[in-house]
């Protein structure tokens, strides 16, 4: 199945590690400027680091699935080194605690990883390289414990794949002015003790462990959803959202990036993915969204990535999302299966529009397009439109089009009568309706349908502008004087306002101004006839 795999991936984005025995220290990726275990230890000149790791472990007594993150933060502020996040959750009843606390750390090797946090209003815990009987150190095997105020982790940690060499170098730029070093420990095996809510027993699973340090600040820089994923055919996968400041996602390695572990000689990274988000879900207070559903492609690996729960946020030092996330799918068309995390720092809202044809008090004749914008666009989130009219002051709707992906709709008015008032209702929602956002006309405007058209609009022997006016003069210009008998503007009942026969002694420049200055806004039509005997009638808005 993976010589399957490798045969539809793309030569470019694959990398095929040569190099040394992994589990040794000194450990030199080959290209790269990592060292372990150096690089697991602290790195003083650089202004942000953390220490990341997760666990799925199931109690040996009890059965229950827990998980666990614990973070450290070097991040000096106000006297103290940083900060430490520590969350609990039981992924069979939903229970999730959260726990920020300040932190100083006493010991922070920068030779090996070795922590001791000091935890504000809290006890003393370590996340250390384990070592043998001699005192050496014992390569990619580490000791973590930390207490909670609901409960604690007591684990040991053995590696079992060399570490997931971000992009290809663990060096790379993370949005718009940022970057980080970055690799990936993506399974370890996970034995120890965890208590939860007064309940201590031993637990097995297993871990991953995540390593960053550089200028890119979570609390500070551009927003992002990040994902972990441990599948059961031995794949492990790294994913990269940010989003810009106008919340898109920019189609680079700089905002997209996934590093896929394929085997202990192959290594993927590639920004040529699709990560289409399928459902969002608000907290329980209904005060926040996040995406809850992903779907990820790439050649023939096809994902579905899931949360089992979705009240997992954490409030400090800034709001986010941190929770388990299940996964299936196929891989090379075999069915796969797995479990991964998701950190999520964009929210979601509703979707805004504004109308801006047909206006307000305006008019409407023959066949024209509806239009709107879309006030508050996200590259997270597909907006998909419904369109209605009504007749009886939004008493009731009738719809026009529905499940839209455009802002606009072309629509001939279902045969309402003239000088009818209408009026126009968009709604936009995500593809699970969850976000919803409704624009509605106050007014309405006129609907004047019967027997009125544009003639030959796309004669462009005649031209009218500007169009939609405010105020002021409209321009009539016409290629020659001898091609136009006269020149009639004409309210949207038909009613001639102005009418003017034309010479070229009288119009040498080609063109007529009519004054539009003390009309009011809506529909008018400048009906222009032609001296071989056809119309060229055209449309006007003045919108107010």
Known sequence: MKQYLLVLISLISVSTVFAQSWNQYPYEPAGTNLTFPADEGHHPGEPVEWWYTIGHVTGDVTGTQYTYMLTYFYYPTLGLDGFRIFNLANDDTG??????????????????????????????????????????????????????????????YESVKRPLILDGTGYFNQGLASYTYYYSQTLLNAVGTMTMDGVTEP??????????????????????????????????????????????????????????????????NTHDFTFDRTAYAFLPDGSRAYSQQWHFVYNDIDLMITTLHSNS?????????????????????????????????????HPQMQLTYPTEHGGWVGTETITWNLLNPD??????????????????????????????FEWDGDGIAFNTICWIKVTGYSIDHT??????????????????????????RVLVYPN????????????????????????????????????????PNQSFQFDVSKLPAGIYLIDIMLRDGNRSVRKLLLSE
């Not at 504000?120 to 390289?129: D, I, M, N, Q, V």
């Not at 986010?320 to 996964?327: K, L, M, P, Q």
């Not at 058209?453 to 462009?460: C, I, L, P, R, Y």
């Open 468 to 507: 939609p006016a405010t105020n002021g003069q409209v321009t009539v210009q016409f290629m020659k004087a001898d091609d136009v008998s006269s020149i009639d503007l004409k309210d949207v009942n038909g009613r001639t306002l102005t009418t003017k026969p034309i010479g070229q002694s009288v119009y």
């Open 95 to 156: 229970v999730f605690y959260a726990e920020t606390k300040a932190t100083n750390y006493p010991t922070l090797s920068q030779d090996h990883l070795e922590i001791e946090a000091a935890v504000f209003l809290g006890g003393t815990e370590r996340w250390e390289t384990k070592r043998d009987g001699n005192g050496d150190l014992i390569p990619f095997s580490y000791h973590v414990e930390a207490t909670h105020a609901n409960g604690s982790i007591s684990m040991d």
């Open 313 to 349: 946020e954490v409030l400090l030092p800034f709001r986010f999302y941190e929770g388990t996330t299940t996964i299936t799918g196929t891989v090379g068309g075999v069915p796969v299966s797995g479990v991964g995390f998701a950190e999520l720092l964009h929210p979601y809202e």
């Open 203 to 268: 637990v097995t699973g297993t871990a991953w462990i995540d390593r960053q340090w550089g200028n890119f600040n979570p609390s500070t820089g551009e927003q992002y959803e990040w994902f972990c994923v441990q599948l059961d055919n031995g794949m492990d996968f790294n994913i990269w959202n940010i989003f810009d400041t106008e919340n898109q996602i920019p189609d680079t390695s700089t905002y997209r990036l996934t590093s896929i572990y394929v085997d202990e000689n192959t290594d993927i």
């Open 379 to 408: 590259g997270g989130r597909e907006v998909y439109y419904d369109v209605e009219y009504s007749l009886d002051n939004k008493v009731t709707y009738n719809p026009i089009a529905s499940n839209l992906t455009e802002t606009s």
């Open 435 to 460: 976000l919803l956002g409704t624009y509605e006309m106050q007014n309405g405007f006129t609907f004047g349908y019967v027997g009125i058209e544009e003639v030959s609009a796309n004669d462009n």
